[in-house]
């Protein structure tokens, strides 16, 4: 199925969530969808900068501890799901793209698009990088959330989104929103992109 990646991003910042502990998702017509920062847990998970290790296999790699909390949260519950792609926005980016790594450690590369995705591997190793290669990380020029944490690692395949914000273009206020979805949604629309999913 073809669809506008504006469209999916629509979808990702609607309603309709399901909260497992502080952790949102949604299924929507055989799209997973994870919820972008939400409230107080979601924003200490997001400086919850640490590289721990994800226990789970025998190679073992370093994540963004608080994402990784969110992310077994919902694991169990998720692996149980039936889907055809993965989606998510800022904090339910990061999401998004360890639940993709974990489809494609059982075997399956789910389509993933993840918009305006922080920073979550430390140092990955290439077999993390391969189980993501399919992933597409849509970016806004300038948004500063995609640049942290420093010394962590983006994954997957980044497509650059250009175009002016609402506000003069070397303010601070312009430099700061464009991580906003307003911003991403313009520039996604003045893309005009499509993705198969």
């Given amino acids: 199925m073809i669809l506008k990646v504006s469209e999916l991003f629509d979808t990702c910042n609607s309603g309709g969530w399901i909260t497992k502990g502080t952790t949102q998702y949604k299924l929507v017509d055989g799209t997973l969808y994870f919820q972008c920062s939400d409230g107080k847990e979601d924003w200490r998970r997001n400086f919850a900068?640490?590289?721990?290790?994800?226990?789970?296999?025998?190679?073992?790699?370093?994540?963004?501890?608080?994402?990784?909390?969110?992310?077994?949260?919902?694991?169990?519950?998720?692996?149980?799901?039936?889907?055809h792609a993965i989606v998510g926005y800022s904090h339910g980016a990061a999401l998004a793209l360890l639940a993709c790594e974990d489809q494609a450690f059982r075997g399956r590369k789910v389509p993933t698009i993840v918009f305006g995705c922080p920073r979550i591997f430390y140092k990955p190793p290439q077999i993390v990088k391969d189980r993501t290669e399919h992933a597409i990380r849509y970016t806004s020029k300038g948004d500063i959330v995609t640049k942290v944490p420093p010394f962590y690692h983006h994954v997957g395949q980044e497509v650059l989104l250009c175009g002016k914000t609402h506000r003069e273009e070397k303010s601070l206020l312009s430099y700061l929103s464009r991580h906003s979805p307003s911003v991403y949604r313009q520039r996604l629309l003045d893309a005009g992109l499509s993705a198969q999913i």
């Fill in 49 to 83: 900068f640490p590289a721990v290790p994800y226990k789970r296999m025998k190679n073992k790699f370093l994540v963004h501890a608080g994402f990784l909390s969110a992310w077994k949260e919902v694991r169990d519950e998720i692996n149980a799901l039936d889907f």
